[in-house]
């Protein structure tokens, strides 16, 4: 299993960007699809976006086509969330995590990292 730890979270105000990483551990990230996820108070974890494993081909959840990226950078091991005008109701827990396969990493992914708080002030 791979090891996953999020930053890049915090407090930024409607309309603003901010931009999430998540770092892997191990020597195998490169065949690992990888994904995020987000999770509001009182509500499910949610599928936000994935990222296949090399040739990068992407997939977003509608709530947040158009206006987040993921991309990923396999020499420094880490997958990227740039997420741009920020709305309210973006704010959740980020989580990111990873799974060999493309379709299981948007549904039943294998590894979690422990999540990074994203608020989105009015």
């Known amino acids: 299993q791979v090891q996953l730890v999020e930053s890049g979270g915090g407090l930024v105000q409607a309309g603003g960007s901010l931009r999430l990483s998540c770092a892997a551990s191990?020597?195998?990230?490169?065949?690992?699809?990888m994904g995020w996820f987000r999770q509001a108070p009182g509500k499910e974890r949610e599928f936000v976006a994935a990222?296949?494993?090399?040739?990068?081909?992407?997939y977003y959840a509608d709530s947040v086509k158009g206006r987040f990226t993921i991309s990923r950078d396999n020499a420094k091991n880490t997958v990227y969330l740039q997420m741009n005008s920020l709305k309210p109701e973006d704010t959740a827990v980020y989580y990111c995590?990873?799974?060999?396969?493309?379709?299981?990493?948007?549904?039943?992914?294998?590894?979690w990292g422990q999540g990074t708080q994203v608020t989105v002030s009015s």
């Open positions: 995590a990873a799974d060999p396969a493309f379709v299981a990493v948007r549904t039943r992914p294998r590894s």
């Open positions: 191990g020597r195998t990230f490169s065949t690992y699809a």
């Open positions: 990222i296949s494993t090399s040739n990068g081909v992407t």
